[in-house]
């Protein structure tokens, strides 16, 4: 036998130390504790991976070639169930030409290793392919010249996914802790495979949910439209004034209620509303429906509020628009600025003219005006506040209030 030396500096000088070569046995231990190690390592990466929720036939694809390296096998595959054909279909693989995956199949049935190991959940070990009298060798291993293989099921909590198979053309064996490392991969994969199940059940319930949601409010926006039309159609036919007014603000109340549905409907977002571009759709409207009335609105992007309060402000807005056009601009052509900005944790709306202002005895507090008495109740009910500014010309009303947590 050949001896090794080492040599070893010391004090002294130079010293050969020998020794003694490995044994065949030692150097067969050493390579098999190298690859459990690997081995382990690799269900450590498959793990990561699956809880990244790595897309699925990526997964597929990463599960096929650590396997195949893990087993130091030539070959792996990802088998799918196909019930309604009673096959297998190579979803994903490693070592196989082109058109093998995604197209071939073999049988499921218990003559199959793969059928097998998927109707009872056995792990299959065939390590002389050529002498196996308990199956059939599939066709595809027949053609690569496979000499050994190894299925274990793809189980999830549901209906088996397949089968997870690794093959080898070597003439060495597969073993039982070979079993025991396959089975950790499949049952990690199991489990991924079982969760995109469940994110896409639960996905498609939100789908569905989602779409209720958007015919509720479209019918409720419809309903609403048609009441705001009728009101409308009545106030033209009102022969009084006042009783024309009346009714083109409760028209103009109901249409801004119908408006936030509009909105709700054609959003994948039904619990919150973008105010700036809100009170944008609602002040073109008003200016649509009023004729000769310009409204100019600044408001920034992102200011965004559960739906129920950007109602209530969308309809302290508009009547505080309404109340402009009535009487800051007795004469028409109104022109009103409307602005929208957030102080630190508070959220500060005006609506400003130019018009001929304010009566003295005007006061927000105090006006028994329905106008303002809404205004104030809409106010209170966003836990804000009403100030307002007299100008010259014109006027400003100020509502502060605070942003949601």
């Known amino acids: 036998m050949t001896e090794v030396v080492q040599f070893k500096k010391k004090a002294t000088g130079a010293v050969v130390e020998p020794r003694p070569a490995p044994t065949d046995a030692e150097e067969l231990n050493r390579a098999a504790y190298e690859l459990r190690v690997r081995q382990q390592e690799i269900l450590t990466e498959l793990g990561v991976l699956a809880l ?23 070959f792996a595959k990802v088998l799918e169930y196909l019930p309604d054909q009673n096959r297998l279909l190579v979803r994903a693989g490693v070592g196989w030409e082109p058109g093998v995956v995604g197209s071939a199949t073999i049988g499921a049935d218990l003559e199959s290793p793969g059928g097998y190991a998927l109707r009872t959940g056995v792990p299959v070990i065939s390590n002389h ?17 496979i000499y050994r293989a190894m299925n274990v099921i793809l189980q999830g909590e549901g209906t088996p996914f397949g089968v997870l198979e690794v093959d080898s053309r070597s003439q060495g064996e597969f ?9 950790g991969a499949a049952n990690l994969l199991g489990m991924a495979i079982e969760r995109q199940r469940m994110e896409r059940d639960l996905r498609g319930a939100l789908d569905r949910q989602q779409m209720l949601m958007r015919e509720v409010n479209h019918r409720v926006n419809n309903s609403l439209q048609i009441v705001g ?23 103009s109340r109901v249409t801004a209620i119908a408006r936030a549905h509009n909105r709700l409907y054609r959003t994948e977002e039904f619990t919150t509303l973008d105010l700036g571009a ?38 302290l807005i508009n009547e505080l628009i309404t109340n402009t ?40 507090t105090t006006s028994t005006g329905l106008g303002m008495r809404l205004v104030s109740a809409f106010a209170k009910q966003l836990n804000g506040s009403v100030e307002v500014k007299r100008h010259a010309p014109g006027a400003e009303f100020v509502v502060s209030f605070g942003v949601e947590p």
């Not at 050529?130 to 690569?144: A, C, D, G, M, V």
């Not at 039982?176 to 089975?183: A, G, S």
């Not at 109104?334 to 959220?347: K, M, Q, S, Y």
């Open 52 to 74: 990244k929720g790595t897309p699925f036939p990526d997964l597929l694809n990463h599960t096929a070639r650590l396997t195949a390296e893990g087993l130091r096998a030539e």
């Open 129 to 145: 392919l050529e002498n196996e009298e308990r199956f059939r060798t599939p066709e595809l291993l027949l053609e690569y010249g």
């Open 175 to 183: 073993s039982e802790q070979d079993i025991t490392f396959l089975q």
């Open 229 to 251: 039309s009728m009101l409308h159609l009545q106030s033209r036919r009102a022969r009084n004034t006042e009783v024309q007014h009346q009714l083109t603000q409760a028209s």
């Open 278 to 315: 809100y009170l944008s759709d609602l002040c073109a409207d008003f200016c649509e429906a009023t004729p000769g009335c310009e409204i100019f609105v600044s408001a920034p992007e992102h200011i965004v509020l559960s739906t129920d309060r950007a109602i209530t402000v969308a309809l």
């Open 325 to 364: 056009a009535k009487y800051a601009y007795p004469e028409g052509n109104c022109r009103a600025w409307v602005n929208v900005a957030r102080e630190g944790r508070t959220i500060v709306l005006s609506v400003r003219d130019e018009g001929i202002g304010l009566p003295p005895e005007i006061d927000e």
